[in-house]
Nanobody
Framework: QVRLVESGGGLVQVGGSLRLSCEASGSDISAMGWYRQASGKQRELAAAITSDGSTNYADSVKGRFTISREHAKNTVYLQMNSLKPEDTAVYYC?????????WGQGTQVTVSS
């Protein structure tokens, strides 16, 4: 079993920045990522990073969000800059290990205009 501890959400004004963190317990974590779900919408991928550092971003966040990971701490970060009201959502950490996917409890990000 993998436990995920998320932090870093909150309320920010348009154009502001936030940094999300997610620490995973256990070893052999492969891909790590952040999904988001806005009210009334489906959950979608925001950004993901593989164990070798390859990244993937949703078109809507490219150039504004940066995903990174710290292997020694089993931690993934999402640096979010130039935030827009449409970035408002619950952000969920997701990690994969041995073919199984694990989810964090979610952290609210609210961007006010």
């Amino acid at each position: 079993q993998v436990r995920l501890v998320e932090s870093g959400g909150g309320l920010v004004q348009v154009g502001g920045s936030l940094r999300l963190s997610c620490e995973a317990s256990g070893s052999d974590i492969s891909a790590m990522g952040w999904y988001r779900q806005a009210s009334g919408k489906q959950r979608e991928l925001a950004a993901a990073i593989t164990s070798d550092g390859s990244t993937n971003y949703a078109d809507s966040v490219k150039g504004r969000f940066t995903i990174s990971r710290e292997h020694a701490k089993n931690t993934v970060y999402l640096q979010m800059n130039s935030l827009k009201p449409e970035d408002t959502a619950v952000y969920y950490c997701n990690v994969r290990r041995w073919g199984a996917a694990y989810w964090g409890q979610g952290t609210q990000v609210t961007v006010s205009s």
